[in-house]
């Protein structure tokens, strides 16, 4: 079920009640929908290292769902277990009714044709022009003719807004061009789900604000789950329905519910300093595993 229209977020801590109504009732639609994803209990780190513990939440079936907080915490790990790219020490991830396992079944496997992924670095192919860059998942996967592959590159490309750019190389593309390409690719054979790993990174304020709106509009008109790893405060309450926020020492989940929530009414000192922009907790400037 297409989830109802979005209120977005105006950057100003008041809102109207009719606002704060329609986002209520969005929630609620949500919340109605069975879990597209369901992480259970998921253990994973590298080698001897546990980078998280235990985690374990629900995505429901058109929402827009970040996993935030502060370097270190295991957000890119957690994003790794749940895109097949590393088999967790315990626990499982469902996606649509079935477990996605790293290694060779999970990349073959059908559940990984339900998703789309892009990936910080955009992850496309230099030599490619942005239409075969767009492709490339459906010449993959699909046995399409090449006048119909043609006709899906042209409607995706125009969905992110780069009509007219197709016979570009990413070398010719700024930052925020690049993302959307990206963005293109992954959306090729149309997915249930769209994984974004840091897409805001990089990017100057206009254009991370146009890359929302694009997010924004895709879910509208498509539907579509998004699954969005960041720290960035502006896009996460522009965008986000709900969130979970991971701890570096907790090792595991210290709050979860909409951002404005969790903004506004937090006890919890990691939590408000995280959405406040404080220091008063410990930091680290480490790369995320």
């Known amino acids: 079920m297409k989830p109802p229209e979005r209120i977005g977020y105006d950057g100003e801590p008041a809102r ?6 329609l986002m209520n009732e969005r929630q609620s639609v949500l919340a109605a929908n069975d879990p597209i994803i369901s992480v259970r209990n998921v253990t994973a780190g590298y080698g001897d290292e546990i980078i998280i513990r235990d985690i374990s939440f629900d995505v429901f079936a058109g929402e827009i769902f970040s ?5 270190g915490c295991g957000k890119t790990t957690l994003f790794k277990v749940m895109t097949g790219l590393l088999e967790p020490v315990e626990g499982a991830v469902v996606i649509d009714g079935e477990e996605i396992r790293a290694g060779e079944s999970a990349q073959t496997g059908s559940v990984l044709k339900k998703v789309g992924v892009t990936f910080q670095s955009g992850a496309l192919f230099t030599s490619m022009t942005l239409a075969e860059n767009a492709a490339f998942p459906l010449r993959l996967h699909t046995r399409l003719p090449a006048d119909t ?4 590159v042209k409607l995706k490309l125009s969905e992110v807004g780069l009509e007219g750019f197709e016979e570009l190389l990413p070398a010719e593309l700024s930052g925020g061009m690049r993302k959307r390409a990206a963005l293109a690719r992954a959306m090729a054979l149309d997915p249930k789900i769209l994984f974004f790993d840091e897409p805001f ?5 206009v254009t991370s604000a146009t890359l929302d709106e694009t997010i924004l509009k895709i879910n509208r008109s498509l539907g579509t789950t998004m699954v969005i790893v960041t720290h960035e405060l502006a896009s996460i309450l522009r965008t986000a329905d709900r969130v979970i926020m991971l701890d570096r ?18 006890d919890d000192p990691r939590v408000r300093d995280f959405f406040n922009r404080s220091a ?6 480490e790369k995320s595993p």
Do not use: F, H
């Open 67 to 71: 996993i935030l907080g502060r370097s």
């Open 149 to 152: 592959i043609e006709r899906i």
């Open 16 to 21: 109207t009640q009719r606002a704060q109504e």
């Open 280 to 285: 008063s907790g410990p930091d680290s400037n």
């Open 249 to 266: 020492e907790e090792k595991g989940i210290i709050a979860q519910g909409s951002p404005q929530e969790l903004r506004d009414k937090s």
């Open 201 to 205: 990174a990089g990017l100057d304020p």
